[in-house]
């Protein structure tokens, strides 16, 4: 089966300026998750789609980070403005209902750069 | 959230060496999953575990749920240039998987 697809590889924007990442998971696979890993660190969970319901996005910063999943497939994850310290790895990794049994498929991230 | 403490934090071996590496959590998970992140790539799972106690091995690899619930292990026995990188455990609790710190492993010819 086709993994999960995420682009683009690598971004290198200014500080305040906006980054949209997408993801496009593996077929079938009601649950989405966006990740940011920082240089030296494990991912940390920034937001769980349900299909196109949030499930869980209290780690977010909601102040500059937004996300979506439209019609419960692709999903879109915003940072609106760039800080330094959002540079970052930004994982996309997705899983059949109930991901506690089966675990995480990732794709292989989106690597931002703020300057 | 939850903090996952992995050590060692760093490994260099010969090839050949055996590796054990072990993660431990103030909270009790009831699943844990070792994963493996090769540079520029996202975690790759290599063993799931679901039950206190549980040995499971996948090839050279053997992990193993702690009888705590607090912790896990993770064995790979006689080490070969492509085991390197930095291998993840992670446990989930409430609704999401908390990862490590990650251990960094460095095997050499």
């Known amino acids: 089966e086709a993994g999960v697809a995420q682009s683009p590889r690598y971004k290198i924007i200014e500080k305040r300026q906006s980054v949209a990442f997408w993801c496009n998971p593996i077929s079938g696979h009601a649950t989405l998750y966006w990740y940011q890993q920082i240089l030296g660190q494990g991912p940390k969970l920034l937001i769980q789609?349900?299909?196109?319901?949030?499930?869980?996005d209290s780690q977010l910063p909601k102040d500059r980070f937004s996300a979506e999943r439209l019609k419960g497939v692709d999903s879109t994850l915003k940072i609106q403005p760039a800080k330094l310290e959002d540079s970052a790895v930004y994982l996309c990794?997705?899983?059949?209902?109930?991901?506690?049994?089966?675990?995480?498929?990732f794709g292989s991230g989106t690597r931002l750069t703020v300057v | 959230g939850q903090q996952l403490n992995q050590s060692p934090q760093s490994m260099f071996i010969q090839e050949g060496e055996d590796v054990s590496m072990n993660c431990t959590s103030s909270s009790i998970f009831n699943t844990w999953l070792w994963y493996k992140q090769d540079p520029g790539e996202g975690p790759v799972l290599l063993i799931a575990l679901y039950k206190a106690g549980e040995l499971t091995s996948n090839g050279r690899l053997t992990a193993q749920f702690g009888i705590t619930r607090k912790d896990s292990f993770l064995n790979i026995s006689a080490s070969i240039p492509s085991d390197v990188g930095i291998y993840f455990c992670?446990?989930?609790?409430?609704?999401?998987?908390?990862f490590g710190t990650g251990t960094s492993l460095t095997v050499i010819p």
């Open positions: 992670a446990g989930h609790g409430g609704n999401q998987f908390y």
């Open positions: 990794a997705s899983s059949w209902a109930g991901g506690q049994h089966y675990g995480y498929t």
């Open positions: 789609f349900q299909n196109n319901g949030v499930v869980d």
